[in-house]
């Protein structure tokens, strides 16, 4: 059988192999504000905006604020297995004084999510697509101490 | 100043009516509303109208083909979509035209035939890095719900919100709801049951999450000045707010289609704007409350509005809702149709509803769940990208 293909689900959100699992956005040069993903100009409506936006790839760890499980598969695009699996999601602060959001992987035993929690980007596989390939995501897991 | 008052109001039921258009929909309501008022269709000066995103072109101009039911007089048409507060804005604008002096009637309406299951997206390119929307589904599995559970969640952490208040709140709405001829659910809930129904996300469980509806509503603002002519109980819009959200942008990472944000003082930032702007315009304050209607699209939000409403201190939202203080015959009813809670969500008309049961109660026709000596009225909602309305009614 061919060798599956990886590719990412958005290009250029997040680092792929060889690189280390980083999500990929925006400084503001003028007000130094975090921006992801990537902003076409600064958003901070007070900034000058009078330098550019600088490339930057985010701290791999940060704080859990918020997570759920979901039960229910989401509608589309989501791409629901069926059988459907509930998957945790989670909303992570990073040291650079954003949120985001991810799902959880699969590995990770739901009930040991906790708020303020330590948790680590990764990457793993989203859904496979029609073509058999690989989609990939950025996700969170708490970090192994 | 001029003032601006409602004098007609019509509703539909909440439900799912798969034999009915939406615009079928908005001329029963503005039929009941004109009627209401006494006042005929060719005596309005301005239509503002809610979209319905799920109904193509012909429902982003809802307004236009409601003119056209209603028969073309040439009045301005003004169609709005801003997701949960359509109807708040839509009823913001009828009455900046009116207070403004440029006409001195108008209708207002908003109606929807929803999708069936979780609010999805219209039409959406998997690969379109720019539709964030569409994004938060395939990459975050976020659903609406998601996002809700999340803050119920963190509620849970922060203040010690329970699963039993979760369900406690659930058994107030549908208490109100048995009452409400209009609810799309009427059956009382226990906490067993409730406890009971599949988890949707966690802490939510499937009777806690508002159900996606199709419905209807409308009223008629009219110049106080000419208010008399058409009702002998006109309802005062004391104060009216519509609030957008301030940078830093509020929410959790990805859960109102945004995929990171800076965390701001609080998240309901808008909400709490709209309700302050109507406050002050009012010269009222939460303690003047007789009677609110909240946005509860979950039992958690329902708790977190007390607070962000100021009808309660920081961290005492449960202790007001364990206290019976928001139910029929506590301090400052809440919710009093039921909500969504006992009625599911329709989009464009859900803000509308809750005016509609505003002046109900300050009418004093609303019958078994009627809040004695109601005066003073108020309702909010905010919804998708921080968009929000606030009314302050008087009679």
């Given at each position: 059988?061919?060798?599956?293909?990886?590719?990412p689900?958005?290009?250029?959100?997040?680092?792929?192999?060889?690189e280390?699992?980083?999500l990929?956005?925006?400084?503001?040069?003028?007000?130094?504000?975090?921006?992801?993903?990537?902003?076409?100009?600064?958003?901070?409506?007070?900034?000058?905006?009078?330098?550019?936006?600088?490339?930057?790839?985010?701290?791999?760890?940060?704080?859990?604020?918020a997570?759920?499980?979901?039960?229910?598969?989401?509608?589309?695009?989501?791409?629901?297995?069926?059988?459907?699996?509930?998957?945790?999601?989670?909303?992570?602060?990073?040291?650079?004084?954003?949120?985001?959001?991810?799902?959880?992987?699969?590995?990770?035993?739901?009930?040991?999510?906790?708020?303020?929690?330590?948790?680590?980007?990764?990457?793993?596989?989203?859904?496979?697509?029609?073509?058999?390939?690989?989609v990939?995501?950025?996700?969170?897991?708490?970090?192994?101490? | 100043m001029?003032?601006?008052?409602?004098?007609?109001?019509?509703?539909?039921?909440?439900?799912?009516?798969?034999?009915?258009?939406v615009?079928?929909?908005?001329?029963?309501?503005?039929?009941m509303?004109?009627?209401d008022?006494?006042?005929?269709?060719?005596?309005i000066?301005?239509?503002?109208?809610?979209?319905?995103?799920?109904?193509?072109?012909q429902?982003?101009?809802?307004?236009?083909?409601?003119?056209?039911?209603?028969?073309?007089?040439?009045?301005?048409?003004?169609?709005?979509y801003?997701?949960?507060?359509?109807?708040?804005?839509?009823l913001?604008?009828?009455?900046?035209?009116?207070?403004?002096?440029?006409?001195?009637?108008?209708?207002?309406?908003?109606?929807?035939?929803?999708?069936?299951?979780?609010?999805?997206?219209?039409?959406?390119?998997?690969f379109?890095?720019?539709?964030?929307?569409?994004?938060?589904?395939?990459?975050?599995?976020?659903?609406n719900?998601?996002?809700?559970?999340?803050a119920?969640?963190?509620?849970?952490?922060?203040?010690?919100?329970?699963?039993?208040?979760?369900?406690?709140?659930?058994?107030?709405?549908?208490?109100?709801?048995?009452?409400?001829?209009?609810?799309?659910?009427?059956?009382?809930?226990?906490?067993?049951?409730?406890?009971?129904?599949?988890?949707?996300?966690?802490?939510?469980?499937?009777?806690?999450?508002?159900?996606?509806?199709?419905?209807?509503?409308?009223?008629?603002?009219?110049?106080?000045?000419?208010?008399?002519?058409?009702?002998?109980?006109?309802?005062?819009i004391?104060?009216i707010?519509?609030?957008n959200?301030?940078?830093?942008?509020?929410?959790?990472?990805?859960?109102?289609?945004?995929?990171?944000?800076?965390?701001?003082?609080?998240?309901?930032?808008?909400?709490i704007?709209?309700?302050?702007?109507?406050?002050?315009?009012?010269?009222?304050?939460?303690?003047d409350?007789?009677?609110?209607?909240?946005?509860?699209?979950?039992?958690?939000?329902?708790?977190?509005?007390?607070?962000d409403?100021?009808?309660?201190?920081?961290?005492?939202?449960?202790?007001?809702?364990?206290?019976?203080?928001?139910?029929?015959?506590?301090r400052?009813?809440?919710c009093?149709?039921?909500?969504?809670?006992?009625?599911?969500?329709?989009?464009?008309?859900?803000?509308?509803?809750?005016?509609?049961?505003?002046?109900?109660?300050?009418?004093?026709n609303?019958?078994?769940?009627?809040?004695?000596?109601?005066?003073?009225?108020?309702?909010?909602?905010?919804?998708?990208?921080?968009?929000?309305?606030?009314?302050?009614?008087?009679?």
């Amino acid at each position: 059988m061919e060798t599956k293909k990886q590719i990412p689900c958005l290009e250029g959100w997040f680092t792929m192999p060889p690189e280390e699992p980083q999500l990929i956005g925006n400084k503001c040069g003028s007000c130094g504000h975090y921006f992801f993903p990537r902003v076409k100009t600064c958003r901070n409506p007070l900034c000058d905006k009078s330098k550019p936006l600088e490339k930057v790839k985010f701290s791999r760890k940060g704080k859990l604020v918020a997570y759920t499980v979901n039960h229910y598969p989401p509608p589309p695009p989501y791409h629901a297995p069926d059988p459907f699996v509930p998957f945790g999601v989670v909303s992570i602060a990073l040291p650079e004084g954003i949120r985001v959001g991810g799902q959880v992987p699969k590995s990770v035993d739901l009930d040991t999510l906790k708020v303020d929690m330590e948790m680590e980007t990764v990457r793993e596989v989203l859904y496979v697509d029609n073509e058999g390939n690989e989609v990939i995501s950025w996700m969170f897991q708490p970090v192994k101490s | 100043m001029t003032e601006a008052a409602i004098v007609g109001i019509g509703i539909h039921p909440w439900g799912k009516f798969a034999d009915k258009t939406v615009h079928e929909m908005n001329l029963e309501v503005a039929q009941m509303a004109l009627k209401d008022a006494n006042m005929e269709w060719n005596e309005i000066q301005g239509l503002f109208c809610g979209q319905d995103p799920w109904a193509g072109i012909q429902g982003m101009l809802a307004g236009n083909a409601l003119a056209q039911n209603l028969g073309l007089t040439g009045i301005p048409v003004t169609n709005n979509y801003n997701a949960c507060a359509t109807g708040g804005y839509a009823l913001r604008t009828a009455h900046l035209y009116i207070t403004s002096g440029l006409i001195d009637t108008a209708l207002v309406v908003g109606g929807s035939i929803s999708p069936k299951g979780a609010f999805g997206t219209t039409r959406y390119d998997e690969f379109d890095e720019t539709d964030l929307d569409s994004q938060r589904f395939r990459i975050l599995g976020s659903a609406n719900f998601t996002g809700f559970a999340m803050a119920a969640q963190r509620r849970m952490q922060q203040y010690g919100l329970t699963e039993e208040d979760l369900a406690l709140q659930k058994v107030k709405a549908s208490k109100f709801g048995s009452l409400n001829p209009n609810a799309r659910y009427r059956k009382i809930y226990t906490v067993e049951e409730i406890l009971n129904s599949p988890m949707v996300a966690y802490p939510l469980h499937l009777y806690q999450v508002c159900a996606t509806s199709d419905g209807a509503a409308a009223v008629v603002v009219c110049n106080t000045k000419k208010a008399k002519k058409y009702t002998s109980k006109p309802v005062i819009i004391a104060g009216i707010g519509a609030s957008n959200p301030q940078y830093p942008a509020p929410g959790m990472g990805g859960f109102g289609s945004d995929f990171s944000e800076v965390p701001p003082p609080n998240e309901n930032d808008a909400g709490i704007k709209s309700t302050y702007k109507a406050y002050e315009e009012a010269g009222v304050g939460p303690e003047d409350l007789d009677v609110a209607s909240v946005y509860d699209l979950t039992g958690a939000m329902e708790i977190q509005w007390y607070e962000d409403i100021g009808i309660c201190k920081e961290g005492e939202a449960e202790k007001l809702l364990r206290e019976g203080a928001t139910s029929l015959g506590g301090r400052i009813p809440v919710c009093t149709d039921g909500g969504c809670t006992s009625s599911g969500e329709c989009i464009p008309a859900q803000a509308l509803a809750e005016t509609y049961e505003i002046v109900t109660q300050l009418r004093g026709n609303a019958g078994d769940r009627q809040v004695k000596g109601a005066r003073v009225g108020f309702s909010v909602n905010s919804g998708k990208l921080g968009n929000s309305s606030a009314i302050v009614y008087k009679t």
